[in-house]
């Protein structure tokens, strides 16, 4: 039953409504009774599928400029199965892109949260973190308790991402020109 609401669930494009039950499946796939363990693998299968189409779909209309259209299937695909930390990137940078940086900011937090040693996810954390911190500094009367949290945030961020990868220029120059400010 699990199973079959689930499905009916994700074909209506309810799909955070439908992770539980699939994830309930999906997380017995070694349990004892065999009808689980054949639910679980049709949940799992089920679960690729769905997230494959969207996620590819959203990578279509991210390399067509329709960004609107690409983080609907970001979106969808970060909820049939929030495991993925690509889905998060990927709607991340959408959000950016439309110039949304707290939305951004969100989805780069959950595809850390989801994958801590990723350094694309903490990448792409410090460039949305720059571009909150600039739009922060072109305010009129800009913050400076809030700006001054935002670059301790960003400072934290660049140092993982150059202590991951200390050969990266542009993390490097980034974290120059806040030392410099």
Not at 88 to 114: H, M, Q, S, T
Not at 116 to 145: C, F, H, I, Q, W
Request: overall charge negative.
């Amino acid at each position: 039953a699990r199973y079959f609401g689930a499905w009916c669930l994700a074909e209506m494009g309810r799909y955070d409504e439908a992770w539980p039950s699939f994830k309930w499946l999906i997380d017995r796939k070694n349990d004892k009774d065999k009808k689980i363990q054949k639910h679980a693998k049709w949940a799992q299968e089920r679960v690729q599928s769905y997230f494959a189409k969207h996620f590819n779909d959203g990578v279509k209309f991210l390399n067509e400029n329709n960004l609107m259209s690409a983080k609907d299937e970001f979106k969808a695909a970060s909820q049939i199965n929030p495991t993925k930390p690509e889905a998060f990137l990927n709607l991340g940078y959408v959000d950016k892109e439309l110039g949304d940086p707290d939305a951004a900011l969100e989805a780069f937090r959950r595809a850390i949260e989801i994958a801590p040693n990723s350094t694309t996810a903490y990448e792409y954390y410090s460039v949305a973190l720059g571009k909150k911190r600039e739009v922060m500094l072109a305010a009129a009367a800009p913050d400076s308790a809030a700006v001054a949290e935002v670059t301790k945030d960003l400072k934290a961020t660049l140092d993982k991402v150059i202590a991951n990868n200390p050969a990266n220029d542009a993390a490097m120059l980034q974290l120059g020109d806040l030392e410099l400010a």
